[in-house]
């Protein structure tokens, strides 16, 4: 079993939809929770990140975390053309990737 | 500006032929990383180092080697490349070690090898 489970998309909304990006994880014991964007041709950045559960919310964007069914969401409100990337979610003590869900938001 | 570089961004060689990719931040960061990334797969850690002259395996190292003599630079080397190296590979850094939630990466190095 993977330690990171991504649904790999691709997701394609109209603008000022709401996305909804989701993963699984499989250790009870990981704290550190995290989504990295990746754009075309360029390398993951840091988009959000939260330690143990709960919610955390930053403009737009919302992580989500539940740790009693090990479940990563990150929400998107009125999202734009500029949010079009490649979402990968992160967690355990080491770095473990989720294999990226790919975004399009069309104007 | 706070970065990290990577050289050369594209890369096709032949099977066997040695080379090596670059990597240097200028950050001061004591922890740094390589990753490569395959559809489907995700990001995979090849080898990490905590700081000058310390170095571990990550996920899948075989194949690869590296060294850190100097803080902020980590190159990575293959001897002796095959086919399923082909893929696109980035070096990371970080100051809070290897538990933390921020990892800087570089921009990437695409290496095709046939």
């Known amino acids: 079993q993977k330690e990171v489970e991504q649904d790999p998309g691709p997701l394609s909304v109209p603008e000022g939809a709401i996305v909804s990006l989701n993963c699984t994880y499989s250790n009870s014991a990981f704290q550190y929770f995290m989504w990295y964007r990746q754009y075309s041709r360029k390398g993951p950045e840091l988009l959000m990140y939260t330690y143990s559960s709960g919610n955390k919310e930053d403009g737009r964007f919302t992580a989500q975390v539940d740790k009693s069914s090990k479940y990563i969401s990150l929400f998107i409100r009125d999202s734009q053309p500029s949010d079009s990337a490649t979402y990968l979610c992160v967690t355990g003590n080491q770095f473990y990737f989720g294999t990226g869900t790919s975004l399009t938001v069309i104007p | ?114």
């Open chain 2, 1 to 114: 500006e706070a970065q990290v570089t990577q050289n050369p961004r594209y890369l096709i060689t032949v099977t066997g032929k040695k080379l090596t990719v670059t990597c240097s931040q200028n950050m001061n960061h004591e922890y740094m990383s390589w990753y490569r990334q395959d559809p489907g797969l995700g990001l995979r850690q090849i080898y990490y180092s905590m700081n000058v002259e310390v170095t571990d395996k990550g996920d899948v190292p075989e194949g690869y080697k590296v060294s850190r003599k100097e803080k902020r630079n980590f190159p990575l080397i293959l001897e002796s490349p095959s086919p399923n190296q082909t893929s696109l590979y980035f070096c990371a850094s970080s100051s809070s070690g290897r538990v933390s939630y921020e990892q800087y990466f570089g921009p990437g190095t695409r290496l095709t090898v046939t």
